[in-house]
C-alpha cells in the first residue's frame, strides 16, 4: 500500500460454529423494483444480527427513490430473486449445512452456474469484480474508494473486509488491487468487491447494533445510506 491514513475492520465467521446462520435483504414481494432500500443498522435491529453489512450494487443510482433493482445473483433464504447479468458474473453462495462458497456464472454449461465447492444454495450476493481467485490478485479498479470486499479462507471461513475512505488525513481508501492484497494478508484465497462508497458500512451487536466503521453514506461521515441490500450474520452469544 502506498502510505496514507487507513482504517479497516475485519469480520472472520466459521459457518460451522454453532448458532452461525446467515441472510440477505429479501425480495420485497408486490412493492416495486427486487428490494426495499434500508441502512445497514436498521436492517441488522430489525432482524437481530449479530454483524450486518452492504452487499449488492444496486440502480437507480443516483436517486432517493425507496426502492431497488440489484445487480448481479441474490438469493435469500433459498429464494433465488435476481440473476446474472452482464459483467456481474461473481457471486459469494451459503447454506446453513454446507457452508460458505464462491460461484459464477458459466454460460457454457447447461445450469449456467459453478459453484466451488458445490453446495446448494440458501442466501448469495453477487458482483462484478473477482479480486481474488485461487490465491492470484485479480483486480483491476485503481480509484481509491470505501471498499467492502468477501470471501473464503481456505479453511471454508467468511472473510470480510471494511474500509473506510473520503476522509482525508483520516481514512483515504483503497483500489481493488489493495483490497486484494489485503484480503490475501488476512487468509483469503478467493474474494470479490461489493458496492463500496457511500455504501460501505458495518454493523455490529453487542448487544444493540452500533455502527463500527465511518460509512459517508451522503457524503459526510457518519452519515447512512439507505442501500440496495445488506447481508447479516446470526449467531450465538458468547457467554462469559
Not at 481474488?132 to 471454508?156: K, Q, S, Y
Not at 478467493?190 to 451487536?205: E, R
Amino acid at each position: 500500500l502506498d502510505p496514507r491514513p487507513l482504517s479497516y475492520h475485519v469480520v472472520l465467521v466459521d459457518p460451522s460454529a454453532p448458532g452461525v446462520d446467515f441472510t440477505l435483504t429479501p425480495d420485497n414481494g408486490a412493492d416495486p423494483r427486487e428490494t426495499t432500500r434500508q441502512r445497514t443498522k436498521d436492517f441488522a435491529e430489525e432482524i437481530g444480527a449479530a454483524v450486518a453489512f452492504n452487499a449488492h450494487f444496486f440502480s437507480p443510482w443516483p436517486a432517493e427513490d425507496a426502492y431497488a433493482e440489484v445487480i448481479g445473483f441474490a438469493a435469500s433464504d433459498g429464494d433465488v430473486y435476481s440473476g446474472f447479468e452482464g459483467g456481474y458474473d461473481q457471486a459469494v453462495v451459503f447454506h446453513p449445512d454446507y457452508g460458505v462458497a464462491m460461484a459464477e456464472w458459466d454460460t457454457t454449461d447447461a445450469s449456467g452456474l459453478t459453484i466451488t465447492p458445490d453446495l446448494p444454495i440458501d442466501d448469495a450476493f453477487g458482483a462484478a469484480e473477482r479480486i481474488l481467485r485461487d490465491g492470484v490478485n485479480t483486480a483491476d479498479w485503481a480509484e481509491l474508494h470505501p471498499r467492502t470486499a468477501a470471501g473464503v479462507t481456505d479453511r471454508g471461513h467468511l472473510i470480510v473486509l471494511i474500509v473506510d475512505g473520503r476522509q482525508e488525513g483520516i481514512s483515504e481508501g483503497m483500489s481493488t488491487p489493495e483490497l486484494a492484497d489485503v484480503m490475501l494478508e488476512l487468509g483469503a484465497t478467493d474474494a470479490i468487491n461489493l458496492d463500496g462508497g457511500g455504501s460501505t458500512t458495518l454493523v455490529v451487536s453487542d448487544p444493540d447494533p452500533r455502527l463500527v466503521n465511518i460509512p459517508v453514506g451522503i457524503l459526510l461521515p457518519h452519515s447512512e445510506r439507505k442501500n440496495g441490500s445488506n447481508f447479516a450474520i446470526f449467531a450465538d452469544p458468547i457467554l462469559p
